[in-house]
């Protein structure tokens, strides 16, 4: 049977016709059933996320009505480990919750548990597989939280991105996947990795499910999403990155492009100004100069308890960002941003890859962020709608990216645009 989504569930526990703890008992039951083969969570406690379904019955109302969600294992919990993937950070509990966490309770909903991530959100994976094909990865760093909604265990979770830690998943494990405009949601109770950059980001099976999530962290009514927007004018964008993009996912683009504007979106080519053609660099010295720095204790005070990977890639990189290469960096991403927010004045909406490919075959790495880390440094709006599958049957998605705080109106438009996919 189809698991329920969470507005469905809303719906369906107003009217009394299911409550939160057979919700959660339906959940408990499909992670006992796969998650030996999908190993989306690092922390469950069934008898915890129960005793929380029969409160949030017993309390009623609240926005999101005793509904699960999955929380990515960065972000803190008070009655749960949140372990980094980490062997510094095993079993410790931390002493209060992540703001988001707490506007979630706020809203009546259920902690389910904490989702698997890479190591301190960064490359190093963790054991989750990608629900369609356990040979597979599920994507990086928010993997657990893209597993657990694409197989039907959660119908919400949290994820974080930092270069394209929530689309990328959420792409390749064919779930929806929102990175709100930066700064909008608040980031409390998150280990962070890069401040200028770090977002936390939502997954769900829905675009209205997006909205319902978003409503709770923000504490705020629910955006409503209108599907009679009107024809959205759309700027199909491959970005300088576009030779990373593989053949199926350079024939999606162009494919939905010419259906959209088919179904009567205007529809044309835009690209950046030529002095932003290197602006992934730019990313990557911002990310080195502050992750490095961001993680000084434990590289210096547990550098045994690092990984090879870690130490050896991103934060040898990292020490290796100049002072000044990473203020003109900084510089430099301010008129990006400028320039990105011009982009649209003449469009509503940007088409752009949200990865690749298909999810790459293997476990020992999560896939390229390429397509992802441009849009996380612009601070746009992004959110990845499931699109097809590739060669090998997995899925495949596009990005939709929206002017900075225009979250809602990019809500309304990606639902126009799911409506037109087919």
Aim: charged share 20%; net charge negative; with cysteine.
């Amino acid at each position: 049977m189809k698991p329920l989504s969470a507005v469905e569930a809303v719906a369906a526990i107003e009217a009394g016709t299911l409550t939160s703890e057979k919700l959660v008992r339906d959940c408990l039951d499909r992670i006992a059933e796969r998650d030996d083969v999908v190993k989306a969570w690092a922390h469950l406690d069934p008898d915890q996320a129960i005793a929380q379904a029969r409160a949030a019955d017993a309390a009623g109302g609240g926005l999101l009505r005793g509904v699960p969600v999955g929380v990515k294992d960065i972000i803190d919990t008070y009655d749960m480990p949140t372990g980094h993937n980490s062997p510094i950070f095993e079993g410790k509990v931390p002493f209060g919750d992540a703001a988001c966490v707490a506007l979630c309770r706020t809203a009546n909903a259920v902690i389910m548990g904490k989702t698997v991530t890479t190591e301190f959100a960064n490359r190093h994976p963790g054991p989750t597989t990608n629900p369609h094909n356990p040979a597979h990865t599920p994507g990086g760093s928010s993997s657990g939280s893209a597993a657990a909604v694409a197989d039907g265990h959660v119908p919400l979770a949290f994820g974080t991105q930092t270069g394209g830690s929530v689309i990328r998943p959420a792409a390749y494990c064919g779930v929806v996947g929102y990175k709100p405009t930066f700064g909008d949601f608040n980031r409390v109770g998150i280990k962070m990795q890069c401040h200028s950059v770090d977002t936390l980001g939502l997954m769900a099976r829905t675009l209205d499910d997006i909205a319902l999530f978003r409503a709770a962290v923000l504490k705020l009514p629910p955006v409503h999403i209108d599907r009679d927007i009107g024809r959205p004018r759309i700027g199909v964008c491959r970005s300088p990155v576009w030779d990373k993009a593989e053949p199926e996912t350079k024939a999606l683009i162009d494919n939905t492009a010419t259906l959209l504007s088919d179904k009567g979106a205007s529809v044309v080519d835009v690209s950046f100004a030529p002095q932003f053609a290197d602006i992934i660099e730019d990313h990557a010295a911002i990310t080195g100069f502050e992750s490095v720095r961001n993680y000084a204790d434990e590289r210096l005070r547990n550098p045994d308890k690092v990984s090879d990977e870690l130490m050896n890639g991103p934060m040898k990189r990292g020490l290796a960002v100049s002072f000044e290469r990473y203020v003109a960096a900084q510089r430099k991403t301010t008129a990006f941003k400028a320039h990105i927010d011009s982009l649209f004045d003449k469009v509503d909406l940007l088409l752009t890859p949200s990865a690749p490919g298909e999810a790459p075959k293997g476990l020992e790495a999560t896939g390229d962020p390429v397509f992802n880390s441009i849009w996380t440094l612009a601070g746009t709006p992004c959110v990845t709608l499931p699109a097809g599958t590739g060669p090998n049957g997995l899925p495949l998605g596009v990005q939709l990216v929206g002017l900075r705080h225009d979250d809602d109106r990019v809500l309304s438009l990606a639902a126009w645009v799911a409506a037109h996919l087919n």
